[in-house]
């Protein structure tokens, strides 16, 4: 059996082993919108249902592994307290791809540019954010 000690590995190792043992997992599209009302739409693998009573979906915005920044997705729901969770299937793959890029280092603009993709963005009725027209989503506000 093999046995690690985190505390040797580098973060990269750790994730490596960590993704490596759960799987798969399911993928969701986190549509949040900034203060100033920019979309913003990032994949998440870190994700999973926690609760039916109260209902509880959790995905974790972590820390990027290659340069330890966060995400704009949890500077969003820090500031407006909102997310909508979109369950990603398998037509969604490529919409998925190329929401994980950056663009020129911000990720506001993807809505605008996966928007011709046919993903389809209709407005909540409880949160600012859009949801995905594809798939079941959760609109989410916390305290």
Same mark, same amino acid.
């Given at each position: 059996?093999?046995?690690?000690?985190?505390?040797?590995?580098? /973060?990269?190792?750790?994730?490596? &082993?960590?993704?490596?043992?759960?799987?798969?997992?399911?993928?969701?599209?986190?549509?949040? *919108?900034?203060?100033?009302?920019? @979309?913003?739409?990032?994949?998440?693998?870190?994700?999973?249902?926690?609760?039916?009573? @109260? /209902?509880?979906?959790?995905?974790?915005?972590?820390?990027?592994?290659?340069?330890?920044?966060?995400?704009?997705?949890?500077?969003?729901?820090?500031?407006?307290?909102?997310? *909508?969770?979109?369950?990603?299937n &398998?037509?969604?793959?490529?919409?998925?791809s190329?929401?994980?890029?950056?663009?020129?280092?911000?990720?506001?603009?993807?809505?605008?540019?996966?928007k011709?993709?046919?993903?389809?963005?209709?407005?909540?009725?409880?949160?600012?954010?859009?949801?995905?027209?594809?798939g079941?989503?959760?609109?989410?506000?916390?305290?």
């Amino acid at each position: 059996m093999l046995s690690i000690n985190p505390a040797d590995l580098t /973060p990269v190792q750790v994730q490596a &082993y960590l993704q490596g043992a759960v799987g798969p997992r399911p993928i969701v599209f986190a549509s949040t *919108v900034d203060e100033e009302g920019n @979309p913003n739409l990032s994949p998440f693998s870190f994700f999973n249902l926690f609760s039916s009573n @109260p /209902p509880i979906l959790v995905f974790s915005p972590a820390r990027r592994v290659r340069n330890n920044t966060v995400k704009h997705t949890l500077l969003n729901c820090e500031t407006t307290k909102e997310v *909508v969770v979109n369950i990603a299937n &398998y037509d969604m793959v490529q919409q998925l791809s190329l929401s994980s890029t950056e663009y020129g280092g911000l990720e506001l603009n993807k809505l605008k540019k996966l928007k011709g993709d046919k993903l389809g963005f209709p407005s909540s009725s409880t949160v600012l954010a859009k949801a995905i027209g594809r798939g079941p989503t959760a609109p989410c506000k916390y305290a």
